[in-house]
């Protein structure tokens, strides 16, 4: 068994799309190299450099009747006639660069439940069923990797009925998958650094025959090749092209070999030299026809490609369109020379590998591909990519119906269409395979695998120059996204034709016949009635009135072809021919005149159709035609997107999410901190405030203990220890006496004496000094008790009163400012007092402070006590004093008027008088005023006592009260 064949570097890579570009041979080079002296040398009828060269420069030759039989049945067909140009010697070794590019190219795939005529790739072997598949496919690449236009002769493939593909060909699930993974799974479409663009939507829906936005001139960029250092051998000289326009239309004839015909007869009347680009038929209806190309049956689609559409992709690359399209009868081999096979690719995939090639070699600019791929069966248009659609019940549904749209600036476009953007070429061969595998075929009389429908693959290029310094120089605006220069919106036409046919048995085939047929004779009509005068000369306006005498609208196909046929695209037409045929003679003559009719159309397509293709213009972002460059509106997305990024940046830097957090929490604490602070010195205001307020309490309180104990000092000294007390008593003694009446100067003496004791808010009547008070003074002091005995308790009632008034008085002022102060900071205080050691201290001060006010009431109602003691005592020595002076007149009366005084005359003894004269005073008996003497001494004592601390007042009013003693008692 054969062993499958290695190329001399890896095959492309069919990793996923998001990995990077595989390494891709340089085709140019590679198919240089089959044109070379090695490969010639193994036929005479090898291309040869010279044949390309001359091929292309075929638009320059000049034209002549042809002397043979064919000028004379069709007369309106020229006779080309050249002259080859010397062949150069190429560079040894290319032969190996050559088969490993072509090897190294995916077969698209094909419906398994037939036999493929065309060797399936390599990579799907393991999958393929059919050992003779296998077999071919090695043979084919066995005699790829050895150029020979040997290699792609061979016997067609067996037919096979097959009915599937859409109802035409059954596509079997055991149907080996291609390597190319075109099952119609979406591609997936990453970054790829090649392109520098970012990562687009995966299709959009959009047009497939836009883009003829320009009108037709004559090229004008003469030179791009040059400029890049590159020159195109195959497809001629640039400067073969004509300034009419002619050179940018290529014709080609490609004959396919048969090797199973059997009537020779067939091959002798031919004659095909493609050296001359001649086709000369030798028969009954004979004529030599001319080319710009004529392929025979050794010529490899390599050779194909170079000659007939490598230059034209690389225009379509600079920003021209193109239109490639295989016209031929069944089972010619149009589908052969445009998808080729795994060993011997054809247009479409070499042309993407030229692309990406290209894109390679042009680094000062930037390039987005998408495709789009559809068919047209049965006067109808289907989207070759759209996949299967789905139905409510789960069953495959309706397609949308897909139209054909016209505007000005982008003609001819169906729509809606899937489009799909690519960013390598094996992602875009799959996107094509999966079409292909869309595509219906079926068997016919002529081809196993005949394509039942027109397919046109479009590749959309969009390039732009690079921006100098990256893209960060594109941060300015929406239009510095889209400067220097515009977005050129090229369209590059891959059509694959249904072939013409007889009327074929099948009822369903011969429908589908009907309708090829009735396009393919639309589109004859269409090339046979463009005129050659459509030059440059003629207007835009002339030439769309002539269009409209065309009948472009009578088919599909010839309104898709519209822009390509009336000039705006380069053209380049491969027609396929099968010259001899297996078969009867009738079917051989029938044959013939197929071919002939091929020929044909290929001459008028030669002769009528004028390009003036010019290179397309660059929108600047704006308009139709900048709307739809997904270039254009990437940028233009990337700009915003990165300006929202810098933005987004910017304000994170400004105020990043968690420091604004922090700083804010920080800042809530430094102000609940503050405000913390804030209340605690309000809360310390408010302890010194309380803490002066108790002071002040404090102090009103000490004062008004200084006060009583004043006032009890000074009852002490009245009655006790202190002789100048008794003094001051004899003075009141005096005004005791005074107040008898006869003694005015007491009265004098005792309001001085009283105001000795300095009672504060007291109106105390003004001292007057007396000087003939002695005698009082004397008596006083001789222990005249009973009357100063009264007196100063009379005076120090007086006194307590004026001392609980000022005692009241101060609690007022302290209870009104503790309000105040309560009010202010009563709710800062709360919360600060909770807790802290300060806090603590405080209340305990208060509490300290509470205490020592405690004692101090209890104090002051010690000293009640004592006041009520003395009070009861004088009461006791009044009574004695009635008892003893009930015996006399005198005594009662003077009893009654103490008692008279006592109760009227509290504070002033000067006002009422002294009821007790000295005398009657003196008149006591010396055991009463013994007696009396005890009773004070008692008191004294008792009072010294509870001064101390010692004596419990039992049976005396309560502390819990600071009544005056007036009040208590
Ligand atoms: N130049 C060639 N060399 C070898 N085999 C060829 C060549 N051209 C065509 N064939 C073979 O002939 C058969 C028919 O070719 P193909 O399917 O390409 O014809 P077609 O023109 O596309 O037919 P249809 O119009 O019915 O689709 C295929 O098996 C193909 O491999």
């Known amino acids: 068994m054969a062993t499958l064949p290695r190329p001399a570097v890896a095959r492309p890579s069919i990793a996923p799309p998001t990995g990077p570009l595989p390494s891709l041979p340089v085709p140019k080079k590679s198919r240089v190299s089959n044109i070379g002296p090695t490969t010639r040398s193994s036929s005479s009828l090898l291309p040869s450099p010279a044949t390309a060269a001359r091929a292309v420069s075929s638009s320059a030759l000049s034209l002549r009747p042809s002397p043979k039989g064919y000028a004379n049945s069709v007369t309106s067909l020229p006779t080309l006639t050249t002259t080859d140009a010397p062949a150069g010697p190429l560079p040894p070794g290319r032969t190996l660069r050559k088969t490993v590019s072509i090897g190294a190219f995916p077969q698209p795939p094909k419906h398994g439940g037939r036999t493929p005529s065309h060797p399936p790739s390599p990579l799907s072997a393991s999958s393929t069923p059919s050992g003779d598949t296998l077999d071919q496919r090695l043979s084919a690449g066995s005699k790829s990797a050895t150029p020979s236009r040997r290699g792609s002769i061979k016997k067609p493939a067996p037919r096979v009925s097959n009915v599937g593909g859409r109802g035409l060909l059954a596509k079997s699930p055991l149907a080996p998958p291609s390597f190319l993974n075109g099952s119609g799974e979406s591609v997936s479409v990453a970054n790829t650094g090649h392109l520098s663009l970012p990562s687009p939507p995966q299709s959009r829906t959009s047009s497939a025959q836009g883009s003829y936005a320009t009108s037709a001139t004559t090229i004008e960029d003469i030179g791009d090749d040059e400029s890049r250092g590159r020159s195109d051998n195959a497809a001629g000289d640039r400067n073969s092209i004509s300034k009419d326009g002619k050179g940018n239309v290529v014709v080609s004839v490609r004959v396919r070999p048969d090797i199973g015909a059997k009537d020779s007869k067939q091959e002798v009347e031919w004659e095909i030299n493609n050296k ?57 081999g149009k589908t052969f020379s445009m998808q080729g096979t795994a060993t011997n690719p054809g247009v479409i995939p070499l042309a993407i590998t030229d692309i990406f090639s290209y894109i390679r070699e042009t680094p000062h600019r930037e390039f987005l591909l998408r495709v789009s791929y559809l068919e047209i069966y049965n006067e109808k248009i289907h989207d070759l990519l759209a996949g299967p659609i ?3 019940n789960g069953q495959a549904g309706a397609q949308e119906e897909i139209k054909l749209r016209e505007d000005s600036k982008r003609g001819v476009y169906a729509t809606p269409l899937k489009e799909e953007i690519v960013q390598s070429p094996t992602q875009l061969l799959r996107v094509i395979a999966r079409g292909d595998n869309a595509r219906r075929v079926a068997g016919t009389q002529f081809n196993a695998r005949s394509s039942r429908s027109h397919a046109v693959v479009q590749i959309v290029v969009e390039s732009r120059e690079r921006v100098p310094g990256g893209p960060s120089n594109l941060k300015d605006s929406k239009r510095a996204a889209i400067a220097p220069g515009g977005v ?20 369903e085939r011969r429908t589908e016949g009907s309708h090829i047929n009735k396009s393919l004779l639309t589109l004859g009509t269409v090339v046979a009635r463009i005129s050659s005068d459509q030059d440059k000369a003629t207007s835009d306006k002339d030439k769309s009135s002539k269009d409209k005498h065309l009948p472009y609208r009578d088919s599909k196909l010839t309104r898709l072809l519209q822009g390509a046929l009336s000039g ?67 940028r233009i997305e990337i700009q915003d997107l990165r300006k929202q990024l810098e933005e987004q940046h910017k304000a994170k830097e400004s105020k990043d999410p968690k420091e604004p957090e922090s700083k804010e929490e920080e800042k809530e604490r430094e102000k609940d901190e503050e405000e913390e602070k804030a209340r605690e010195l309000e809360d310390k205001q408010r302890h ?31 009655g006790v220890n202190n002789g100048r007390s008794f003094s001051a008593m004899s003075l009141q003694r005096g005004s005791v006496l005074s107040s008898a009446g006869d003694l005015r100067p007491v009265s004098a003496r005792s309001s001085a004496s009283h105001a000795t004791l300095e009672v504060p808010g007291h109106g105390v009547s003004q001292a007057v000094p007396n000087e003939g008070s002695e005698e009082d003074d004397s008596v006083g002091e001789n222990g005249d008790g009973s009357a100063t005995q ?46 802290s050691s300060e806090d603590g201290g405080l209340v305990a001060t208060i509490a300290e402070k509470d205490a020592e006010i405690h004692n101090l009431r209890a104090q002051l109602e010690d000293k009640e006590k004592m006041i009520a003691a003395l009070t009861s005592a004088r009461k006791k020595s009044d009574t004695a004093h009635e008892v003893s002076s009930d015996s006399s007149p005198g005594s009662r009366r003077t009893s009654n008027q103490s008692h008279q005084r006592s109760e009227v005359n509290v504070g002033s003894v000067k006002a009422k008088g002294s009821p007790i004269s000295p005398k009657a005073f003196l008149a006591t008996s010396k055991s009463e005023r013994q007696d009396r003497d005890e009773k004070l001494a008692d008191v004294t004592r008792m009072l010294d006592e509870m001064i101390s601390g010692r004596v419990d007042a039992n049976g005396v009013a309560r502390r819990s009260s600071l009544r005056p003693v007036t009040e208590g008692r």
Do not use: P, W
């Open 390 to 392: 789905i139905g409510m």
């Open 276 to 332: 001359r680009a001649l086709l000369a038929y030798k028969g009954r209806e004979g004529g030599e026809f001319f080319y710009d190309n004529v392929f025979d049956t050794q010529d490899n689609n390599a050779r194909v490609y170079d000659a007939a559409a490598k230059r034209l992709v690389r225009r379509v690359m600079e920003g021209y369109h193109g239109t490639v399209f295989a016209y031929g009868m069944t089972g010619t």
């Open 568 to 634: 705006n695209s380069l053209v380049s037409i491969l027609c396929t021919v099968q010259i001899g045929s297996s078969g009867s003679i009738a079917a051989a003559h029938s044959h013939t005149g197929e071919t002939l009719n091929t020929l044909k159309f290929a001459s008028r397509a030669k002769n009528n159709i004028v390009s003036h293709a010019k290179k397309v213009d660059e929108s600047l972002g704006a308009g139709d035609a900048g709307s739809r460059a997904l270039l254009d509106r990437y």
């Open 488 to 507: 050129r919106v090229s369209t590059l036409s891959l059509i694959d034709l249904a072939g013409s046919e007889k009327a074929a048995e099948n009822k």
């Open 688 to 718: 010194e405030e309380q803490m002066l307020e108790m002071q002040l309490a404090r102090t009103a309180l000490k004062e008004r203990i200084e006060h009583l104990n004043r006032l009890i000092l000074s009852s002490k000294s009245l």
């Open 790 to 835: 009264g007196a100063q308790i009379q005076a120090l009632q007086s006194d307590l009163a004026d001392k609980n008034r000022y005692i009241s008085t101060l609690e007022k002022r302290l209870l009104h400012a503790r309000r105040s102060s309560h009010s202010r900071v009563s709710m800062s205080l709360s919360h600060k007092l909770g807790g």
